[in-house]
């Protein structure tokens, strides 16, 4: 099964897909990427915030380019250097509808953390975006909220807990759910989806289908996934 699949969406009817959260964000993109690019779709990756790009995907700052670069590969980065090693996109996140037949965008940051809530300024989701997809990582499931929550004291708030307590799978469904959390910024009208990542044991397959179960209770479509060594990152799929 793949990953759209997986998620309860499709590449025909979502044609602007915004990423938020922790835990795996780039890599579900680029996963997404490739399985709408063997479907025979072009897909445009972008950043409203930063990502660092893959180097085996063509990569270009002019959006005047891109039917060129279309024509030899069915998956192009869109962006402009602005920070070491990250890009960002050049245009306003408005104005990425309809460059392909999906977009992708990178719409917040958790410093490699697998859970966060976001900042006033987070995320940067297009207002027109079809999707969004909200990503959690299962490996914070029994650990500090210091140890493992980016925006420590965004996580604490919402979850009245102090940072030295410990993520429990209420506390996951919590953040994912929240109108501060998870679900700060979704348009109306678009999709929300989680991912509950790196359910890379028994036990923390078991865990994820318990927030899973959760979320359902609210209306949310969860679901529980974890990616091979090989394929962490996206460079396997380019």
């Not at 964000?25 to 709408?36: D, G, P, R, S, Y």
């Not at 070491?84 to 999906?102: F, M, Q, W, Y």
């Not at 989701?125 to 965004?154: F, K, Q, S, T, Y």
Request: net charge negative; charged share 20%.
């Amino acid at each position: 099964m793949g990953i759209w699949t997986e998620l309860g969406s499709d590449p025909a009817r979502c044609g602007l897909v915004a990423l938020v959260g922790g835990g795996g964000k780039t890599t579900t993109l680029w996963a997404l990427a490739h399985e709408a690019a063997l479907a025979g779709r072009t897909v445009l990756v972008t950043a409203t915030t930063h990502m660092m790009p893959l180097p085996e995907v063509p990569l270009t700052h002019d959006p005047g380019r891109l039917p060129e670069l279309f024509r030899d590969r069915p998956v192009v980065l869109l962006g402009r250097w602005d920070a070491p090693h990250k890009i960002t996109s050049p245009l306003p996140p408005e104005a990425l509808r309809g460059l392909a037949d999906v977009v992708l965008a990178e719409a917040d940051g958790a410093r490699n953390l697998p859970l966060k809530a976001p900042a006033d300024h987070e995320p940067v989701i297009p207002p027109n975006a079809d999707a969004v997809v909200a990503v959690a990582g299962l490996d914070a499931l029994g650990r500090p909220i210091e140890e493992v929550c980016h925006r420590i004291e965004r996580v604490t708030a919402i979850l009245s807990k102090n940072s030295s307590q410990t993520v429990t799978e209420a506390d996951m469904a919590c953040l994912l759910a929240h109108p501060h959390g998870g679900r700060k910024g979704v348009p109306a009208g678009a999709e929300f989806r989680c991912l509950l990542n790196k359910a890379d044991t028994p036990q923390l397959r078991e865990r994820g289908l318990a927030i899973q179960k959760l979320l359902a209770a609210e209306g949310i479509f969860a679901a529980v996934h974890t990616y091979s060594k090989e394929e962490r990152g996206g460079t396997c799929w380019f």
